[in-house]
């Protein structure tokens, strides 16, 4: 049998976590969901120095085909959204 996290390529940079994933959008994912909905833990805790690195490095980075206007809850183009309130 073979071992598992012998297939997997992208490994959690995070030491402490044992998660590894096949393409880096596994690794993406998996850290912007401890960011924005799981929530920090003892393997990814949020003081830690790497975070910052991860972010200019593009792993935090949800891309969005739309904007959306929070304040009302409905899409708007990207047009649309950056003319708000500039009346």
Do not use: N
């Not at 929530?39 to 593009?58: F, M």
């Amino acid at each position: 049998m073979t071992d598992v996290m012998s297939e997997e390529k992208h490994p959690c940079p995070f030491e402490r976590c044992t998660c590894a994933y096949k393409k880096k959008k596994g690794v993406k994912d998996h850290l912007i969901q401890i960011v924005g909905t799981e929530g920090y833990d003892d393997a990814h805790k949020q003081d830690d120095p790497l975070w910052p690195t991860l972010k200019a490095d593009g792993y935090l980075q949800v891309l969005l085909s739309k904007a959306i206007d929070l304040t009302f809850g409905f899409g708007c183009s990207q047009r649309e959204f950056e003319c708000k309130g500039k009346d």
